[in-house]
């Protein structure tokens, strides 16, 4: 299995509270990537980076925001958690290079009440 | 707009036997690459097998091949002697040869029968 972990693997929180979601890998990829995931659904791009200093939004609108101030941490952060945003959070990275395959963490998965 | 589908939502096969997931995808380009993940109950997402749309032969890897037919957009796995850890989430996904974000397909959940 890819050295990238996330952290908390489950999280039940109150709405309106703020989180964040931990990612780092060790493999000193420059790209890494989060995905929202519905259970049983597929994937949908929400944020991605393409080394420090870089963000860009995905395909999906996402409330959440991400930064990349180390090449081995990616966190999401939501300011303000509400029912809607529960789902299942999966952070991945790759190599900066053509054909990349992308590494997949184990997952978050958020519950918001 | 690239698309993946994945029209299986659930398969079934008996162990030891042979399975195969389709997929099918739409696109404009000539390069691009595709991918099985698969991902099983409760843990992580891990890439089964990965093929380049310039490269004619289609990939393998041990149990796992692929009959990729690019003139008509497909792109599916065959299990050989299916495993019971072989039950899983299946994605199949696109790659741009442009630009770095994939495209998934929903998945097809494959149940292994003992």
């Known amino acids: 299995e890819a050295d990238i972990y996330q952290t908390p693997r489950y999280l039940v929180i109150g709405t309106g509270k703020k989180i964040t979601l931990e990612c780092s890998q060790t493999m000193g990829h420059d790209k890494m990537y989060w995905y929202q995931q519905d259970p049983g659904m597929e994937l949908h791009l929400i944020h991605y980076s393409y080394g420090v200093n870089s963000t860009e939004k995905g395909d999906l609108s996402s409330e959440s925001t991400v930064s990349r101030i180390r090449t081995e941490h990616f966190p999401l952060t939501l300011e303000s958690a509400r029912p809607s945003h529960t789902s299942q959070y999966l952070c991945a990275s790759s190599e900066f290079k053509y054909q990349e395959t992308q590494y997949f963490g184990p997952g978050t998965r958020l519950l918001v009440l | ?114």
Request: aromatic letters at 12%; one cysteine or more; proline letters at 4%.
């Open chain 2, 1 to 114: 707009a690239q698309t993946v589908t994945q029209s299986q939502p659930e398969m079934s096969v008996q162990e030891a036997e042979t399975v195969t997931l389709s997929c099918t995808y739409d696109t404009s380009e000539s390069d691009y690459y595709l991918f099985w993940y698969k991902q099983p109950p409760s843990r992580q997402m891990i890439l089964v097998i990965r093929q380049e749309a310039y490269k004619q032969q289609n990939a393998t890897e041990n149990r796992f091949s692929v009959n990729f037919q690019k003139a008509a957009k497909s792109f599916s796995l065959k299990i050989s002697d299916s495993q019971l850890g072989d039950a899983a989430m299946y994605f199949c996904a696109y790659r741009s040869g442009r630009d770095d974000k994939i495209i998934f397909g929903k998945g097809t959940r494959l149940h292994i029968l003992p």
